[in-house]
């Protein structure tokens, strides 16, 4: 048993002898394959990476010189010296000229976009979207608000970061609320021309004020110069480029929906219409359900359904008199019998719900 064991290997793992390939030698030198050619970087040299993926930027007039020819020159340079002396005129003296290579592309490449004639469109890509595209014709509900939660006056306010605007201001209506006693804290403002769209806003003062953006890792104070207008009708402080800028204040539209303030890119504050799970306190609670009980005609029950209907009707009366309306000129019920039947289904469940009612003598029908 153990010679077979041992004849057959029988438990023992099979490994693959790798043999030598006899092609290599055996076929001439003028007929085997090319070589490749390694390939370099171009801006950097290195094989490790082409010019696609190079994170080493190109430098500008950069001047690479050979060793062998720095030599040369050098030597040159010296002869050429030790044959000229101070006695020897301008004109005996060599002209160099210096010539240099830039690459337009690169160098425009890390520049702001502009536009120009001479300019032509050149690899142009599609952008790549970070989110599902909504249906055709419902782009403008992907849009989303950058309001976010300060706190102004010890106050929780609303500031809505406008990068389309250039001047920071409140409506006199939201300030009330928030600041009571603002006619005692304005600067004087004159000489401006404010404007929003086609329409003009009139100012009524400066605001020298202090708003909190609230942070679990550090909350961010900023020192800011309200304008109060006296038509503004928004619900909300707008903070616009003036400020977004001196802070270096940058919105990221990317995934996950943000902005930061200042050198720390690492401290993200989140919008206010981000979810967020707000848990209800006693005091709260109570007050809710005082106002639920308060108003509970409002809200639906068995016998009405959508809520208080009654004592809310609308009474609207038709064009029964000649001409009638085009729509009126019909039929007055439908003479296909399935129609007929959902519609009365139709109107049964209307009436159910408390949407219609049957008067006069219909009620006891």
């Not at 943000?258 to 967020?276: E, H, L, V």
Request: proline share 6%.
């Amino acid at each position: 048993m153990e010679d077979i064991i041992t004849r057959t290997r029988i438990g023992k793992t099979w490994t693959k002898i790798p043999m030598e390939s006899k092609m290599v030698s055996t076929i001439p030198r003028e007929y085997r394959r090319p070589e490749r050619p390694v390939l370099k970087c171009h801006k950097c040299g290195r094989t490790s990476n082409l010019a696609n993926t190079c994170t080493k930027k190109t430098k500008i007039n950069e001047f690479q010189v050979i060793e062998g020819i720095q030599c040369t020159e050098e030597k040159e340079e010296s002869d050429q010296d030790s044959a000229l002396s101070e006695d020897t005129p301008v004109e005996d003296y060599p002209i160099e000229k210096i010539t240099a290579f830039f690459e337009v592309t690169e160098v425009h490449s890390h520049l702001p976009q502009y536009s120009e004639d001479c300019y032509s469109l050149i690899n142009i890509q599609d952008a790549r979207m970070c989110k599902t595209k909504p249906a055709r014709g419902k782009g403008y509900t992907a849009g989303a608000s950058c309001i976010t939660s300060i706190l102004m006056n010890d106050i929780e306010a609303k500031v809505n970061l406008d990068t389309g605007a250039f001047c920071t201001c409140v409506g006199k209506d939201y300030l009330q609320f928030i600041l009571p006693g603002w006619k005692n804290h304005l600067l004087p403002i004159e000489g401006v021309q404010f404007s929003s769209a086609s329409n003009n806003m009139y100012p009524l003062g400066i605001l020298d004020t202090n708003i909190m953006f609230p942070h679990p890792a550090g909350s961010i104070r900023m020192k800011t110069e309200i304008v109060l207008m006296d038509n503004c009708t928004s619900q909300h402080i707008i903070l616009v480029n003036d400020y977004l800028n001196i802070y270096g204040s940058d919105i990221n539209n990317h995934k996950d929906r943000y902005f930061t303030i200042g050198d720390d890119k690492r401290q993200k504050f989140a919008f206010s219409n981000m979810p967020r799970q707000i848990s209800l306190s006693p005091k709260m609670r109570n007050e809710l359900i005082n106002v639920l009980y308060t108003y509970n005609n409002a809200f639906a029950s068995d016998n009405e359904p959508l809520g208080a209907t009654k004592g809310h009707e609308v009474d609207i009366t038709l064009n029964i008199d000649r001409p009638y309306p085009p729509v009126l000129r019909r039929p007055d019920y439908p003479s296909n019998p399935k129609a007929r039947e959902v519609l009365e289904k139709h109107i049964q469940e209307l009436i159910q719900l408390g949407v219609l009612r049957k008067v006069g003598h219909n009620e006891e029908v």
